[in-house]
């Protein structure tokens, strides 16, 4: 069987199994999977680019992820006038004492001789600029989260077209990527994994606690949309009319409508990411990326620039993780920090990645689409289970019960399971690299 | 007065729950180190396996508890932590049968072994919310206080109290037998110096004769025997939740990191580095602050460093530092 035949094949298996879901479940949760699916599959191509291509073990796909959605927050939400007023301008000069802090102590570092001095001076800049940062910052903060505390109390955003929020993700989560890569990539390949995990937690500790900048743990919802809201279609008698003469119920068209749109949105993303991928792993970058990947000895004695590649390809990546984040949280419609959670949005794109075949692009994406059905399809296939298992108990027997409030938590352990047994078995993914 | 005051607040607020949070995490950091000594890969799974031993003991402790065995003063869990261990040694053993071994046979790159260990985590941490369900459990029974604050007002007559928890006070005592254990084996017995053999020169280890299967098995057993301690400590000392065991992974490896992967003097170290700062500088130190500082001094905020959630930022910040400034961490541990 040829390798294009395999791969239509495969990717045709799981397109039938979310029809299947259409047919036996519903549509409206077909089409939820495909949706999320998609955006996994993108966040699929970005952790691909820096583990397949590279070798970067990024365990912190989580905080691009959350950056992502933040960047929908600062983008689309109009802007609080009264809270700019209060302090907006005093919480930038804050931000902007805390920034030249650190520069003033990365200058010390750099500029003066090393010495008992230079570490005086620098102790002395940090907690100088520490208290200086504090003492302007947070009175800004207080004064903004008073404003209106129950329904705002933050800055809000821009205000633009919420499509433009996924590329500013992007750059946001870039941003980010970069500041990280310059301070952790050139550690080995562990410790590189734990910074990435620490950082994914600070960036979610700040979302959460710095209610002045997207209202923390008290959410925003409501967030703009790029589609019509259904309330508005039903409304809407020439789209009731058309659903009738479909002979599809007004009420269910519309939120099929919704989600349809959604789809093709993302669909244009992934594909366009997919082609710029692809064209990278083809191009002479893509081969010094991944001889760097397979010895980095010998690519640095051929003069490449190893730092700067892993610099280059990690900010790539997160920014897509970035972009596939915004998309997410416009499709929710909220941001919602306290959602986060390492196992959910960062190992399980990791699953998605050696699943699927790291180092092919086509891989990562059947990865995606496999991973999030099985992950959203698990948990109803086990409550099925555990009635069959358990339908020998009593009714009303502990253990039945037990079991059968457990059943959710089989995700999580097949999840495990799949990914031993892919690295076991097929440790090169079901479509594997070239 | 007022500087004994302070004293008292301090130790009350900073100094004893810092000392029990870093022998807990010195005991987690300790297996950490073991692993990536002997197996060489970090172990991401090392969260859950202590969750896994402190549930073991946790459904122990709740049987005994329903049976009426109880160990006086001292919480029931101190009699269950045995079988906790038990069950422990044997996850870990079947897991490094079923899933290690192969890839030690493989002589598998390391970071390959780090990610399997990703999944041994995503088993584990649905097992354990399998069986004993993803909420806070208590477990803790006997006395809760070996002092109570207004016993310690009574004594001294100072205006500050101090309270030292039963948690505490065993959590200290235990991790000091565990480490003093431990050493003793590390250093003292054959099996043990096998084991820093083989964890200095494989190579080496191997042309003496040392069988590395057997070198395995033992770190495995310590390592269980330890996460099950510290897990266990923990869950008394704070609750068992299994979520939160997943989370100290963080200060786990940052500890372990600080004190130099592979050293478990510096293990020990790095726990109580990590939990130092973590409590001092999310600790509002308004209330020594005003016993210490004239009255025209005296702070109007809470003078807290950093809001307490940010706790992970604290010992990822002095993990950063540590790797830039002396990547082997403060005990030079080994890089590879």
């Not at chain 1, 907006?88 to 990365?106: F, P, Q, S």
């Not at chain 1, 949309?225 to 009420?251: H, M, T």
């Not at chain 2, 065993?170 to 017995?189: D, E, H, K, S, Y």
Request: with cysteine; hydrophobic share 55%.
């Amino acid at each position: 069987m040829s390798t294009t035949l395999k791969n239509t094949l495969l990717f045709a298996l799981v397109g039938a199994l979310i029809l299947l879901t259409g047919v036996m479940q519903s549509w409206n949760s077909a089409l939820l999977i495909l949706n999320m699916g998609l955006i996994s599959a993108i966040m699929a191509i970005g952790v691909n680019l820096q583990w397949g291509f590279a070798g970067l073990f990024n365990v912190g796909v989580m905080g691009f992820v959350a950056l992502g959605g933040l960047a929908v927050v600062l983008v689309s939400e109009p802007p609080v006038t009264e809270a700019w007023a209060a302090g907006g301008m005093r919480i930038v000069l804050g931000l902007l004492l805390g920034a030249a802090t650190v520069v003033a102590a990365v200058l010390v570092n750099t500029r003066m001789p090393a010495g008992r001095l230079r570490v005086a001076v620098m102790i002395a800049v940090l907690i100088g600029g520490f208290f200086l940062y504090r003492g302007v910052f947070d009175p800004g903060v207080d004064a903004v989260e008073q404003v209106n505390a129950a329904a705002s109390g933050f800055l809000g955003g821009l205000g633009l077209p919420v499509l433009l929020a996924w590329p500013a993700g992007g750059l946001l989560a870039a941003g980010a990527a970069w500041l990280i890569g310059k301070t952790a990539l050139g550690l080995r390949s562990d410790y590189l994994a734990i910074a990435t995990l620490g950082i994914a937690e600070i960036i979610i500790a700040v979302m959460k606690n710095e209610d002045w900048l997207a209202r923390g743990v008290k959410n925003v919802v409501g967030l703009p949309r790029p589609l019509p809201f259904e309330i508005d279609l039903q409304n809407d008698p020439g789209f009731v009319e058309r659903a009738v003469s479909l002979g599809i119920d007004p009420v269910t068209a519309s939120t099929l409508y919704v989600k349809l749109g959604y789809s093709v949105l993302f669909l244009v993303v992934l594909l366009v990411l997919l082609w710029m991928a692809q064209m990278a792993l083809k191009s002479p970058w893509g081969r010094m990326m991944r001889a760097i990947r397979d010895n980095e000895v010998a690519a640095e004695a051929m003069g490449k620039d190893v730092t700067r590649r892993h610099l280059h390809v990690f900010v790539l990546g997160s920014a897509i993780c970035g972009i596939a984040g915004a998309m997410m949280t416009t499709l929710d419609g909220q941001l919602t920090p306290g959602s986060y959670q390492p196992l959910r949005f960062t190992f399980l794109v990791w699953v998605m990645v050696i699943v699927g075949g790291s180092g092919n692009n086509l891989g990562a994406v059947l990865g995606g689409f496999l991973i999030w059905l099985l992950w959203v399809q698990v948990e109803p296939i086990g409550l099925f289970l555990m009635q069959v298992m358990t339908s020998g108990l009593a009714e009303d027997s502990a253990l039945r019960a037990h079991m059968l409030d457990s059943a959710a938590h089989m995700r999580l352990f097949t999840m495990g399971l799949i990914l031993l047994l892919v690295l076991r078995f097929s440790p090169r993914g079901l479509i594997p690299e070239k | 007065m007022d500087f004994l005051n302070a004293i008292v607040a301090l130790s009350n607020f900073v100094l004893i729950p810092a000392i029990a949070y870093g022998s807990q995490l010195a005991l987690g950091a300790l297996g950490v180190t073991l692993i990536y000594g002997i197996l060489r890969f970090s172990n991401f799974a090392h969260g859950d396996t202590m969750a896994f031993g402190s549930m073991v003991t946790v459904l122990v402790t709740w049987w005994f508890q329903s049976m009426g065995i109880s160990f006086g003063p001292l919480p029931t869990a101190l009699l269950a932590l045995p079988f906790g261990i038990l069950g422990c040694m044997a996850l870990v053993l079947i897991t490094d049968r079923a899933v290690y071994r192969f890839y030690r046979e493989q002589k598998a790159k390391p970071v390959i072994l780090v990610i399997v260990s990703m999944g041994v985590m995503f088993i584990l941490n649905g097992v354990v919310r399998f069986i004993i369900g993803p909420d806070d459990q208590r477990f803790a029974d006997g006395e809760r206080f070996i002092i109570s604050a207004r016993d310690f007002k009574e004594m001294t007559g100072l205006s500050e109290g101090l309270a030292i928890k039963t948690t505490q006070g065993i959590t200290v005592v235990v991790a000091v037998v565990a480490v003093v254990l431990l050493f003793w084996f590390l250093n003292r017995t054959r099996t043990g110096k096998s084991m820093r053999a083989y964890s200095d020169n494989e190579d080496l280890a191997l042309l003496s004769g040392i069988n590395p299967e057997r070198v395995v098995m033992y770190t495995w057993l310590i390592v269980a025997a330890l996460a099950t301690v510290a897990g266990t400590l923990y869950g008394l000392d704070k609750s068992f939740k299994p979520f939160v065991y997943f989370q100290l992974l963080l200060p786990i490896f940052a500890a372990a990191i600080v004190g130099g992967l592979g050293s478990p003097l510096g293990a020990i170290a790095g726990g109580f580095v990590i939990a130092f700062s973590e409590v001092t500088i999310t600790y509002a130190w308004k209330k020594v602050l005003v016993y210490l500082l004239p009255d025209a001094l005296e702070p109007s905020g809470l003078v807290q460093l950093l809001s307490t959630d940010y706790k992970f930022a604290v010992s990822f910040v002095i993990l950063l530092i540590v790797l830039l400034f002396r990547p082997t961490g403060l005990f030079r541990g080994k890089s590879v």
